[in-house]
């Protein structure tokens, strides 16, 4: 199966931002930790990340085309607000699941609210990067 994870806004700055909250590892570590999971489960794993809404949203009909089984998405903060990037992953009929590094639900308060938490299969938060291989064996057992 061809999986897909979309990264969202400043999770290219891991290891630079917040790292009381998002820890210490870098984005190419966690490149690396996806990639070696791919292997491990003998997956095509793609990792597309954009700091724009609107790229994001190509990225999404992108794999409605390209034979993408299921997409693993941490929308960063567009999770909160963007209508767009929900209705994008609505239209997709494919397993999708949203990852969050941190525990949304133990933060700010308008972190707590997803929109597009509803149209995915299933939620993962506050698992730090292993969040991730959850997601992509989420998918590869559940389909």
Do not use: W
């Amino acid at each position: 199966m061809k999986l897909l994870v979309i990264n969202g806004p400043n999770i290219n700055f891991l290891g630079i931002r917040e790292k009381s909250v998002y820890g210490t590892q870098n984005y190419d570590y966690l490149l690396n930790l996806i990639e070696e999971r791919g292997k491990e489960r003998d997956t095509d794993v793609s990792v597309f990340q954009s700091n724009h809404e609107g790229a994001i949203i190509d990225r999404i009909q992108e794999a409605c085309f390209d034979g993408t089984g299921g997409i693993i998405i941490n929308p960063g903060a567009y999770t909160h607000y963007s209508y767009a990037i929900r209705d994008a992953l609505a239209s997709i009929a494919v397993p999708k699941v949203e990852i969050h590094i941190s525990d949304i639900t133990k933060r700010e308060e308008f972190r707590k609210t997803s929109v597009t938490a509803p149209v995915c299969d299933k939620q993962i938060y506050g698992h730090g990067l292993e969040g991730y291989l959850e997601a992509i064996d989420y998918i590869l057992d559940n389909s």
